[in-house]
């Protein structure tokens, strides 16, 4: 089953950009009365029938439309960009295929980059969505200064993943089901004392993700699987 | 904390390659005198004092060695190559940092690769082993047919990802701490009936891994965590 994008088709954009279009039409050889399904990555399925298989605009038209299964949770994940950029890529796609509603950079003291091509995570994303069956997007922020992301949190259960001597506990033993969640993680290098303690003073848990030494990417991906479990 | 690799240390290999000797003394500084850490990728640290700093190869004495915490588990999963190699490096990368043991590559009916640089998986889980701080390195082994893999199959606990009309159960759900587990996992095109069937018959229970729909090496991660956050 093949999915495709369209994130303006409640607006009328009853049509698939190009790349789109030439996937459909030249590699999948879709034609004119083919059915085909689109997400609008708001939540939304379209079932549509192709009325020009024109490779570089397939128009259509929808036959109906359907939500995706609302989630009773949510997962937001704040973490520190890599130094490799393929690596945070790399989260934001595994994050995606199993299920993240949030992701924000953040810009700790000892973040090694603090810039990111958001179009190439947004890219990642979409076909992420596309290859899992999924009709919503993440929202992704941007790299965001640390004391602002505490700061902005508004999730019921608040979470830093950081390991030292006092051994927290475990993620996955201190999650309530069907609650939105924050998770930061932090740098190769970790959080700070001091950033450590302003998310403490904010309601945020300490918490281990187990008694591997996980990379930031890792870690993120760790974290979010961890709450997903939780649920299912 | 650095840790460095020399598989035949045990044997009287007392130094670094060139390319961990390069690390230690350019990029460390490392100097006559210091102390390192060096692994086996056998479950074995050694503390050790360098006595030639030598950039092409660092020679060192043995202080003491110690092993790694033995865990009363083992896991082991066995899957099927993607067909972007990438992504097949990646699943090592990430299971070596999460915990494995044994990874089996297998050709399936659907695998649309057969052939794998083991020289270049053993290279990312080298690395991935020294970045966790661990002292083993699971045993890889090559591309093997999937009748052979069920066949050699010793473990307690024997799983095959496979999600159908018959829901089957979460493996979370499944696992009893402290076994040996195997789990396999498909290619894109997913197992055949016939393979499913053979697994079956040889002990293999039917498990899923969520609701969400995996690439291949995400689900060989999320087994492989899964299997790690029972004991933990």
């Keep these: ?3 495709f994008y369209q994130p303006a088709i409640s607006e009328g954009s009853l049509f698939l950009d190009q790349e789109e279009s030439r996937h459909c039409v030249r ?9 085909i399904r689109v997400a609008d ?35 937001h994940v704040a973490i520190s960009p890599t130094k490799n950029a393929d690596r945070i890529e790399w989260f934001v796609e595994k994050c995606v295929e199993i299920g993240i509603d949030c992701i924000t950079l953040m810009d700790c003291k000892n973040t090694e980059r603090s810039f990111i091509k958001k179009d190439r995570l947004h890219k990642m ?21 640390f004391p602002q992301v505490i700061g ?14 006092s051994n927290p506990d475990h993620l996955k033993d201190l999650v309530l089901p069907n609650r939105s969640y924050m ?19 904010s309601d945020f848990k300490k918490v281990s ?12 991906i760790a974290a979010c699987h961890i709450l997903n479990l939780i649920q299912s």
Excluded: W
């Design 183 to 201: 998770v930061l993680i932090g740098p190769e290098g970790d959080f700070t004392k001091e950033e450590l303690d302003i998310a403490l003073r």
């Design 27 to 35: 590699v999948l050889r879709k034609t004119s009365g083919d059915t």
């Design 1 to 3: 089953m093949n999915l």
């Design 41 to 75: 990555g708001k939540g939304y399925f379209y079932e549509v029938v192709i009325t020009k298989a024109d490779q570089n605009k397939c128009l259509f038209e929808i036959q109906h439309q359907f939500q995706q299964e609302h989630r009773p949770y949510s997962i």
């Design 125 to 145: 994303a979409v076909s992420a969505m596309k290859q899992s069956l999924k009709a919503s997007l993440p929202l992704i922020n941007d790299v965001t200064p």
């Design 209 to 220: 993700l187990g008694s591997s030494r996980l990379r930031t990417e890792t870690a993120g």
């Design 152 to 165: 902005n949190a508004q999730e019921e259960m608040k979470f830093i993943a950081f390991v030292d001597q």
